[in-house]
């Protein structure tokens, strides 16, 4: 076209093309060079927690591969001591995977306790029954199918777990809020603290695992419309948040004369 149209800086131009699409390719591949370093350098971050994990809670077998939609190691180890330290009795976690091993792995160090783990997917809810079976977890860890369902939050209407997933389960001591996965649809978990609040136990703990954009924009309405859940950020690989209700002035009160 640059011949037909200017012929006598047609070389000129198509050098300067040329040069320009290089210039884009090299910026093009730089990106992903970069990126691909902060994933390496996270990965070989994660080897400490990893140990110090295996330190803490042998298994009878290894645990599933910790990467991709699958808890970091630095995630469950802030579990394994989350769980040492709270000493709960009823665990509820959204998805199942080898977040549900780990946990049932801590309770059974602790000596008592259990976790139902709500799955949407029945065929990784049946992987992982299978591998609390295989794991000898059977006495601390469940699955429950909990298809994804039309819920109502605050007059808006929303997708989430099956309610009838959560019968029986009152006063729980920790919930692990890790789906459902985006991939699903958007603001899929906004529905889960909402949920989860009046079941909750007075000493409840709430802990959001992966923080991206979309789950900020939630920790935010939450902050709005929960205002009595404290948001604690922990900077790992992925992100999380612990959340805790705020002690009212007269249980305060009541803790400082105790």
């Known amino acids: ?142 699955v429950v199918d909990a298809p994804l369902e039309p819920i109502t939050i605050g007059g808006e209407r929303h997708r989430w777990y099956a309610l009838r997933a959560l019968d029986g389960l009152d006063q729980i001591d920790l919930v692990l809020d890790g789906g459902p996965p985006r991939y699903l649809g958007p603001m899929l978990r906004y529905a889960s603290l909402p949920t989860f609040a009046p079941r909750m136990s007075p000493r409840g703990v709430f802990v959001v695992d992966v923080i991206a954009r979309e789950e900020r924009t939630i920790l935010a309405r939450w902050k709005t419309q929960l205002p009595a859940f404290d948001q604690h950020v922990v900077p790992n690989k992925k992100g999380a948040v612990i959340l805790r209700r705020e002690p009212t002035p007269q249980r305060l009160s009541s803790a400082l004369t105790a």
Request: hydrophobic residues 50%; negative net charge; without cysteine.
């Open 1 to 142: 076209m640059a011949y037909l149209i200017a012929p006598g800086v047609a070389p000129i131009l198509a050098i300067a093309a040329a040069t320009s699409a290089l210039g884009f390719e090299l910026t093009r591949v730089r990106a992903t060079l970069l990126r691909r370093l902060d994933d390496l350098d996270g990965d070989a971050a994660q080897i400490q927690p990893l140990l110090e994990l295996r330190a803490r809670l042998p298994t009878r077998h290894p645990l599933p591969a910790m990467r991709e939609f699958a808890i970091a190691p630095d995630f469950a180890l802030l579990l394994t001591e989350l769980i040492a330290t709270e000493q709960p009795e009823l665990v509820v976690e959204t998805g199942s995977g080898v977040s549900t091993l780990v946990i049932g792995y801590a309770l059974e160090k602790l000596g008592r306790g259990r976790v139902v783990a709500l799955e949407h997917d029945p065929v990784y809810a049946a992987k992982t029954r299978a591998d609390i079976a295989r794991h000898g977890l059977a006495a601390f860890a469940s």
